[in-house]
Structures are given as C-alpha cells and as structure tokens.
C-alpha cells in the first residue's frame, strides 16, 4: 500500500546545493556549518511505502520512502534511537528520499511493530543483538535489490550502535556509516529518579522514560511531545531492557575500532547531549581507523538529532552532503584532504559556536546557497 505524502513547510526549503568548485577549502566550510542550513529542496511527492518488496522478502518491518521522479542515486537504511520505531525518522527520511536516494526505515525489536505483538512473541522485548542480525539480513537484501546503487547505514543513538555493529558484520555492501548521537557514556541523570526507578524492577513494573526524554533528550521539547504523542511510541521498558541499551552501546568504541576502514564514516553529535556524553562520542570517533571519516558537533543541541519532527538544519545538512558527496563520487575528483587541526585553523577565525575537531580528515568544498538563507 503506497500513500503520497507532502512535506510540511516546504515554502520555507530552498533547492538543493551545487558544487561550484572542486578546490577544498576548510574556512569555507567551518563558516557554512555554523550557520547552514538542509541542503534540500521542497520536496515534491515523496512516496511512503509501508509493505515494500523488502519487507516481504526479509519477513521484518521495512518501510520505505522514494521519489519516482529522480533517478536513484544511493539506498539508505535508517535505524531509530530507543521508544521510537522508523517512521519517527520521517522527516529526515523525506529529505534523503527527495535527493534520489533510496530511503529505508525498519523496526527495531522491542519497538514499532515488534512491541505490538503478543507478549509472548519473540521481538516483543528488545534485543539489540537480534535486531543486529535483521540489519544484516535487510542490508543483503537492499543491495541484491540494487546492485548498482552505493549503500549507507545511517543510525542514532542504540540505533548507531546497532548499525556499527551490523557495518562490521556486513562491510562488504556497505560504502558509507553515519552515526548521530553515537557515544558511550550516559551522562548524569537525577539520583532520585533512578533509585525509584530500580525499586520498581523488584516488583517487574515497567519505567516510563518520558520524563527522562524531556529532560536529557532534547532541546526541542515541542518536537518532542509531537514525538511522544505517537501511539506506537514506546513509553514504557523494563529496567533490564534498559540496562542492556546501556551496556550495549558502551561498547561503541571497541566496534568502531574494528570496522572495515575502506567504509567511510560521518558521526553527528549534539555538544549539549545530557544522554550520551559528547567526550565519549569523540571517543567513538577517533576509534574508527578509516581514513574518511568526519565529525560534526552541533552547536546548542541535545541527544536526539533525527528521531524529531523538526531537526536541526546543520544535522541535515551534514547527512545530505556526506551522502551526496560520496554518491556522486565528487570525493574522489576532490585533491587530498586537509588535516583540520588547531595549528591550521585558530578557533578566533570561526564563528562563535562552531567547532572543528583536531586530528579529524574531512573534505571540504563551496556550496552556492547564500548563508543568510540557511539559518
């Protein structure tokens, strides 16, 4: 069943960004991500599939989102954060679908359609490393589908943990992971909170974590009841449920350490997450050995990055640009990149709030969308 769906606010978007020049330039850049905005266009008729061929191959909950009127260009897979399910990312979904790529969303276990099942049923709890092994299962079956498309495994918070481990798994069909909100360490939350919390696991009654998504999980706290509004939401977990997202993603930097380093890798991060620390997420980051890889801190931004109705330019803008710069192979005609580090760049030559990370290996290029209209 397909339904044709038009994106909201779309006389606020602009057309998608062209490369102007080949040259990489790194101040050009480090202005651009401090104020830019989606690299993204009115999208015009993207269609939502929930029961793709996919879907019916793998027997799991794949949904998909494409545009008929571009010629694909590269497949995506999206993977959620926790409580959510595929089609919260829809917003970001739309986007990547509006640029020619392929998009496609699936349901973790112990989320979305899983969690509607009998209690009984495997996949009613979660079980990351399960969902680890569907991942695999659809990444084979997207690129037997399209064999001549590059892939990309794009996840946030366990949902990136996941896909890191899935990428190690499946390195092979893979070209490009990108990572949001992907550290290893939780920050601090309110004692009192936790300790009543774990008192319930004595008496197996379930955690509400709402409370804790207002608080640590995002700046938009809007966005975020749109988020929680959703009936398929998943409000509720047991404390062992929790516990093992925990232990499962603290091991982030041991997996990005392993991966294939011919697989190039974006990692977006909020510099204002209170749920995973963004030192632990430059952690994870300088793990990967791959020399292609780019980290994008987000100035004044929480933990969730696009598991929202309303994400934030800059984190679109990363996503679409990494994605379309490595599709179209515009990388490879680029000279070789530069090193941006302290000594190259002083932080008094960037805006106020922007930052470039020492040691990171990203390539750089002009875009013709004046910036004024990006913000």
Known sequence: MKAKRSNEATQSRKKPFTSTSQKARLLSFAIAAASVSSPTQAFAEVIYDEHPAIANETNLPVYEWSDDERRPRAAVLMLHGISQRAYTLRTVADQLAS????????????????????????????????????????????????????????????????????????????????????????????ILWMLTDMT?????RPVNIVRYQKKYGTDDLVALQKTIDDPDQRKTFSF?????????????????????????????????????????????????????????????????????????NLVTYSIGSFI??????????LPAPEVASADKQSDASLPAGSSIEPGSRTYFRHTSIPLDTLQ
């Not at 319930?200 to 197996?204: G, P, V």
């Not at 379309?324 to 005609?333: G, K, M, P, Q, S």
Request: aromatic letters at 8%.
């Open 99 to 190: 640029q020619g790529f392929i998009t496609y969303g699936m349901d973790l276990r112990g989320h979305g359609w899983w969690h509607k099942q009998e209690k009984c049923k495997d996949g009613y709890r979660c079980n990351y490393k399960k969902s680890q092994a569907d991942v695999g299962k659809v990444l084979h079956a997207i690129k037997e589908e399209n064999p001549d498309l590059p892939l990309y495994l794009l996840g946030e918070s366990v949902g990136s943990a996941v896909a890191l481990r899935a990428a190690n798994d499946s390195p092979e069909v893979l070209d490009g992971l990108v990572l949001c909100g992907a550290g290893s360490k939780a920050g601090h939350a309110n």
């Open 200 to 204: 319930k696991c004595l008496f197996r």
């Open 240 to 312: 062992r449920e929790i516990l093992k997202a925990k232990f499962f993603i603290a091991k982030n930097p041991k997996y990005a350490k392993k991966l294939d380093p011919r697989i190039s890798v974006l990692v977006v991060h909020g510099d204002c997450d209170k749920t995973l620390t963004p030192k632990s997420a430059k952690k994870v980051f300088s793990a990967f050995n791959t020399f292609d890889k780019q980290l994008v801190m987000v100035p004044n931004c929480g933990h969730i990055l696009i598991g929202t109705p309303s994400p934030k």
């Open 324 to 333: 379309e710069d490595h599709a179209t192979n515009r990388v490879a005609a």
